[in-house]
């Protein structure tokens, strides 16, 4: 038994030495320089986490914004999209992104409102009427002084995405102000959208966006305002299939960078970032609108589905029950932002 312990150990030693000898672990040689690998040294990786479909404005968006600075930095820079909430959820991505845990997001402005409490006048109802409009005030001079407040987290912000008009999804009809008395409505963590809720008699209820199915399916809510492609993509029409055309509200995102990484990177690389942030703009807003268009038309075609244009009696009766709204941001936050909001859409009436 001993000289087979013996005899073991030495054959094990034999082969470790034959391993090493053909693999070169020995050799104090140095390895030939790889180009290749050199590549991959200087490469810069942006983690991009979002939380809707790939098929979405923003995911799509997302996507294309990727392929572009890849193709401008010539492999130097690859964003890598997460969507779907696959690394954080809406409700923790914000402080993942400070910590430079990921390197850019873009949630919905209205996410943003416990850190930026002005950015709520972006969560106002029935101020913009239409995309041209919306285009104006999320290209202009409010969306720049929006996005610098920013600054003060340690974010950097680049540009608004759009993704067009809020409805309302719901598991019964919502079309005059009565139908949403004591309706338990899904809405995003905004002082201002609860203030609309209430006014209007429902019960808000703030929950993140990857727990709408759940909460849906628990019958935890009854309604919701959302766009047509989240309605759609998400498929939250199978629960609530009273789908009311309000257009009663925007839902966009800010694209924003960790501030310590954006400083960190060399001047041609953000120059690579802004510029096809900016190239992508136009297609964005383009985009957005077709995708609503498109599957509020393949919505229309669904038996279970059933659709209602807000007529303008009842439109009159929601403006007149939340007009107080406009008061309690003048009241409890920076009113300027409000006439500067209003102020920008008047010249583009006047443009017209």
């Keep these: 038994m001993k000289y087979f312990l013996s005899g073991s150990v030495i054959i094990i030693l034999i082969l470790i030495a034959l391993f090493g000898y053909r693999q070169n672990i020995f ?3 140095t390895l030939p320089y790889d180009d290749e690998q050199h590549g991959l040294d200087d490469q810069i990786i942006i983690n991009f986490s979002h939380v809707v479909a790939e098929n979405t404005p923003k995911g799509m968006a997302a996507e294309k914004f990727a392929q572009l600075v890849e193709e401008k930095s010539d492999g130097r820079v690859i ?16 402080e993942a992104l400070r910590e ?4 850019m997001i873009a949630p919905t402005f209205s996410k943003m409102t416990d850190l930026l409490p002005n950015w709520q006048v972006l969560d106002l109802p029935f101020i913009i009427d239409n995309n041209e409009e919306l285009k104006t005030v999320l290209t202009g001079p ?4 929006l996005l610098q407040e920013l600054n003060s987290i340690n ?4 540009t608004f995405w759009n993704n067009g008009f809020k409805q309302i999804a719901s598991t019964s009809p919502i079309i005059n102000v009565e139908d949403f008395y004591e309706k338990r409505v899904r809405m995003m963590p905004s002082n201002i959208l609860k203030q609309q809720f209430l006014l209007l008699g429902a019960e808000p209820i703030p929950t993140s966006f ?4 759940y909460d849906l399916q628990n019958k935890q809510v009854d309604a919701q305002e959302n766009t047509i492609s989240n309605i759609y993509s998400k498929r939250f029409y199978t629960m609530e299939n009273h789908i009311t055309l309000s257009n009663h509200g925007i839902l966009c995102y800010a694209v924003m960078i960790n501030e310590d990484f954006w400083n960190n990177l060399d001047e041609d690389i953000k120059a690579i970032i802004l510029q096809s942030l900016e190239e992508i703009q ?10 609503n268009e498109k599957e509020l038309n393949s919505l229309m075609q669904m038996k279970d589905v059933k659709i209602y244009k807000l007529q303008d009696s009842d439109r009159k009766q929601w403006k007149a029950k939340i007009q107080p709204i406009y008061e309690v941001y003048r009241k409890q936050y920076d009113e300027n932002y409000l006439n500067e909001f209003l102020e920008e859409l008047k010249k583009e009436q006047i443009i017209k």
């Design 27 to 29: 050799s104090y040689n």
């Design 79 to 94: 964003v890598k999209i997460y969507p779907n909430g696959m690394l954080y959820n809406d409700e923790t991505e914000i």
């Design 100 to 103: 430079n845990e990921i390197q």
């Design 142 to 145: 409010l969306s720049e002084k």
């Design 155 to 158: 974010i950097k912000g680049l």
């Design 210 to 213: 990857g727990n709408v199915y």
């Design 282 to 291: 136009d297609w964005q807003f383009e985009q957005a609108q077709q995708m």
